[in-house]
């Protein structure tokens, strides 16, 4: 009788700890964002185009360093557990592995100077022109300098199965929760960042250096690039409808 009690109160309780934890890794990760503003407004405020390297942590992570209480370990969200490098290709031509779910890590692999990994991703659009790609038929899309008006809706770094990404609102979400294909992950970036890390949703760090949880859904309306419209066609503003999205979504808040 007391080892059937013991465990109806551990199945009544296990689940109530386990959503605890997880929302103690959320708040941690938020932690780690606000620590991320001042590394790279310090970087940023004089030439925004100081986010615009592809591979940003090879950068950013090692001064860190000479940071007080700013270790490597903030490139981590603490809720990615995993080290996986993704099935996309082959490691030996691979630069860069995008992470296999929710809570694993990216690897830049032999691409990179230090092995670098992280689960945080820059948004693609700031800076302008990825060298050498040259990208002269978005050239009007990128941030080129920092705004002040509407900041608080332009993303600068959020949970990210990628180094970074730039969405575009035409951008299908992922079909699966944590399958992607490799023509989509390349092709449809707004995947790269759509994933239930955090109950529904991902935190980010924005161009005003504030931090919030993002609901998956709402990844559509924040304002990626100049000409990203915050109303297209996966926004309940440009009418979609709730059988529209992927299942795996259908329960989550829209907007």
């Known amino acids: 009788m007391v080892i059937?009690?013991?465990a109806l109160l551990m199945s009544i309780l296990m689940p109530t700890l386990q959503r605890v934890r997880r929302q103690a890794k959320a708040v941690a990760c938020r932690a780690s964002f606000r620590q991320w503003g001042p590394v790279l407004d310090m970087y940023a405020s004089d030439d925004p185009q100081m986010l615009r390297e592809r591979w940003w942590p090879e950068i950013l992570?090692?001064?860190t360093s000479n940071i007080a209480g700013i270790t490597r370990r903030i490139a981590f969200c603490p809720a990615t557990t995993t080290r996986h490098k993704g099935p996309l290709g082959h490691a030996e031509k691979a630069t860069a592995w995008i992470a296999t779910d929710a809570f694993s890590t990216w690897d830049l692999g032999s691409g990179s100077s230090y092995g670098a990994l992280g689960s945080y991703g820059l948004n693609g659009w700031l800076g302008n022109e990825f060298p050498p790609y040259?990208?002269?038929e978005h050239k009007d899309w990128y941030w080129c300098a920092f705004e002040s008006h509407g900041s608080n809706q332009i993303p600068v770094l959020m949970d990210c199965r990628m180094v970074e990404g730039g969405p575009d609102e035409r951008d299908p979400p992922p079909e699966y929760e944590d399958k992607i294909s490799?023509?989509?992950y390349a092709r449809y970036q707004m995947v790269r960042f759509c994933i239930?890390?955090?109950d529904g949703g991902v935190n980010g760090l924005f161009m005003d250096w504030s931090v919030r949880k993002v609901g998956l859904k709402e990844l559509?309306?924040?304002?990626?690039n100049r000409q990203f419209d915050t109303r297209g066609k996966w926004t309940k503003a440009g009418g979609v409808k709730p059988e529209d999205w992927p299942e795996w979504m259908r329960g989550?808040?829209?907007y």
């Open 4 to 6: 059937a009690i013991i």
């Open 252 to 254: 989550f808040k829209d």
């Open 182 to 184: 490799a023509s989509n």
């Open 220 to 224: 559509w309306t924040l304002k990626w």
């Open 196 to 198: 239930n890390r955090h």
């Open 61 to 63: 992570v090692p001064e």
């Open 134 to 136: 040259k990208d002269v």
